[in-house]
């Protein structure tokens, strides 16, 4: 239970009537200066119900609040200040890290209920940008707190492996490809070949026509243009694994849109049979005046289908195949209004499980201060970015650290981490600058600066040379701070995955980090004495939290650096 919680507890016993548990967790604060106590309650909108001054009140209830945990209970103004004990209610914490280790923090509050989560998918035929990058840690993140909450998750990569763009690209190919230029450097190729046919088709307009053209025919089925268009899906993947394997991101499916091809059939039937399609020059659209957003466009008028045809299709199965709980589409928010659409087009269809289908929106990269645009050749290749990464944090860790072993490994894990973390610790709603130098700063907020954390306390452990840990109490404030903090873990989790955001937990490791390095300042933490035991138990303590809370973002963890 957190501290908040047991405070509420203590005061919901007395105030029954008057204010309700979760109103009084809610007024509850952390006073500004920590020798004023742990936790405040303020009377003031007693006050207002009571007919009293806030004052009186405080006074009254500090003498009604008796509890074992509490050391000392004192109105202060119109605020009752109590300080836990931190020697008793500590040892109970720090026993409870220690005996369940990476089990802590774990809960059953998703019943094993299951999460379907569409992310990452990225375009065939195109390189992975940095814009990919949010979907993908951001998916991988939601996923695993997910699982240390109790749900099962299925892990879908939706590839954007059909539509209007890749007649494009055929038509792109026939005219300017090389076919040993593209076997040798396939996404490089196929990528110049795309941009070129926007540079051109600002020329020649009628390109636009051919490329529709050219993606009707694939649609129907022709033979010289499947093969091409399996060429370009082949070596697409090969590519964006190398991504996902430096990344360690795994997915449970690679079912793209073009998997859904012979199941569109299905659903415009559906839409047909409910009487829901109505044509609009020319094209078929599902009309949703009454949700107060544009018509759903299943069909073009040269009969070709789109995004949402396929994705009304993907529900469909997803929801037979997984019977999902839950179905999570950790996409850009630019496509909030597409999915309103969906699940809008799902709800008149009869099915209530589109309730459940969630939009997880995120905020952008930009590239001063513009966003990145693949037509326009504008884009930062997400490879190169972590191989950058990578290199740049093998210099560092060899500078510092001459002889450390597995240097390629740790580099990996930190450069790799530093990418991760610099996307997380940011709130998924604001857009991101995108700034190299900015992203491998090994000091302040980022993932190296955690990660050289739990290395640091590792570093204690080693000294320490035993394997047995035993909290039995410690009163100093900085290890208290640590104790207070570390005992937020599981409610960090819990509040991170219902509220999709990482950027809860990021941010909670960052405080972890800086209370330790003042502890480590401040402390002789392997100094000898009757607290030696406690002292390093904590940071204990503090290695399986940070391990863990790195774990769950999708970032390693090396005890050396």
Known sequence: MDLISIYAKQLGEILQGKLTKEEIYQLIEVPKNQLLGDLAFPCFRLAKTERK??????????????????????????????TFSPKEL??????????????YGQSNIGNEKTVALDMSSPNIAKPFSMGHLRSTVIGSAIANLAIKCGYHTVKINHIGDWGTQFGKLIVAYQKWGNEEQVKMNPIGELFKLYVK??????QE???EDEGRAAFKKLECGDEQYLNLWEWFRRESLRAFMTIYDLLGVEFDSFQGEAFYNDKMEEIIHLLSEHKLLEVSEGAEVVRLDEYEIPPCLIKKSDGATLYATRDLAAALYRSQEYKFDEALYVVGQEQAIHFQQVKAVLKKLGYDWAEQMKHIPFGLYLQDGKKMSTRKGRVILLEAVLNEAINLAKRNILEKNPKIPNADEVANAV??????????????MNN??????????FEGETGPYVQYTNARANSILRKYSKDQFEFSGLTDIESWDIVKLLNQFP?????????????ILAKYLIQISQSFNKYYARVRILEEGDSLVSRVSLVKAVTIVLTEGLRLLGIK?????
Not at 415 to 428: C, S, T
């Open 197 to 202: 046919f926007h540079k051109e088709v600002e």
């Open 90 to 103: 500590g040892q109970s914490i720090v026993t409870k890290i220690l005996r369940k280790e990476a089990d």
């Open 557 to 561: 963890a090396p005890k050396e650096m």
């Open 491 to 503: 409610d960090v989790i819990e509040k991170s995955y219902k509220q999709y955001s990482p950027s």
């Open 432 to 441: 991101i600058e995108f700034s190299l130098e900015e992203m491998l700063t």
């Open 415 to 428: 450069g790799v981490g530093a990418i991760i973390f610099h996307d997380l610790k940011n709130d998924r």
């Open 205 to 207: 307009p009628q390109l």
């Open 53 to 82: 001054s806030p004052i009186e009140i405080a006074k009254q209830l500090s003498g009604e609040i008796q509890a074992k945990e509490f050391i000392k209970v004192e109105a202060i103004g119109g605020y009752v200040n109590i």
